[in-house]
T-cell receptor
Framework: QQQVKQSPQSLIVQKGGISIINCAYE??????FPWYQQFPGKGPALLIA?????SEKKEGRFTISFNKSAKQFSLHIMDSQPGDSATYFC?????????????FGRGTQLTVWP | SQTIHQWPATLVQPVGSPLSLECTVE??????LYWYRQAAGRGLQLLFY??????ISSEVPQNLSASRPQDRQFILSSKKLLLSDSGFYLC???????????FGPGTRLTVL
């Protein structure tokens, strides 16, 4: 059972546009929601993360929006650039878990055209 | 600062051959360690995790095994590789905030 559902699977955006990737979860015990960025042939890199006590977190051009009641969160990339072309993974976790297991979405391949 | 190393970076092995992939973390102590596999164009599958030396938990039954002989060393092994073992193997670590995981550069394994 997929704990975190991510959409779309692929996304094509023009340079300067807004890229939006959505994720949904069911487990109400989840209280940590990171996003990872992965370039081809590289390991994923932690991009930005949010806790459910805030509805939005912004770092530069990247913003996470979080809707606790809907159990959904999304990544917005403003002014998308060709260098943002990568695969993005959302994840969810229970911070109370000593293991710290992350449940990942299946990923979104973003292509930004110049 | 903390760094994570994986080797080899790429590996081509015949079916039925053994496997040993190594992961080491520097600059931290007593990390949680994780092995993931990423099939081509697919998501991240957690294979093994370890909260301490000699403590290994498996997520998916398969012909792979893991060991943690030292605090900052994590090894992924197989006695006989299958074609389906091909993929991108990633090691990750976390410490302090257990959910904040940091990934290594990965090993690309091709089984022929």
């Amino acid at each position: 059972q997929q704990q975190v559902k991510q959409s779309p699977q692929s996304l094509i955006v023009q340079k300067g546009g807004i890229s939006i990737i959505n994720c949904a979860y069911e487990n109400t015990a989840f209280d940590y929601f990171p996003w990872y960025q992965q370039f081809p042939g590289k390991g994923p890199a932690l991009l930005i993360a949010i806790r459910p006590d805030v509805s939005e977190k912004k770092e530069g051009r990247f913003t996470i929006s979080f809707n606790k009641s809907a159990k959904q969160f999304s990544l917005h990339i403003m002014d998308s650039q060709p260098g943002d072309s990568a695969t993005y993974f959302c994840a969810a976790s229970n911070r109370g878990s000593t293991l710290g297991r992350l449940y990942f979405g299946r990923g979104t391949q973003l292509t930004v055209w110049p | 600062s903390q760094t994570i190393h994986q080797w080899p970076a790429t590996l081509v092995q015949p079916v039925g051959s053994p496997l040993s992939l190594e992961c080491t973390v520097e600059g931290t102590s007593n990390p949680n360690l994780y092995w993931y596999r990423q099939a081509a164009g697919r998501g991240l599958q957690l294979l093994f995790y370890s909260v301490g030396i000699g403590q290994i938990s498996s997520e998916v039954p398969q012909n792979l095994s893991a060991s943690r002989p030292q605090d900052r060393q994590f090894i992924l092994s197989s006695k006989k590789l299958l074609l389906s073992d091909s993929g991108f193997y990633l090691c990750a670590w976390s410490v302090g905030v257990p959910n904040e995981q940091f990934f290594g550069p990965g090993t690309r394994l091709t089984v022929l």
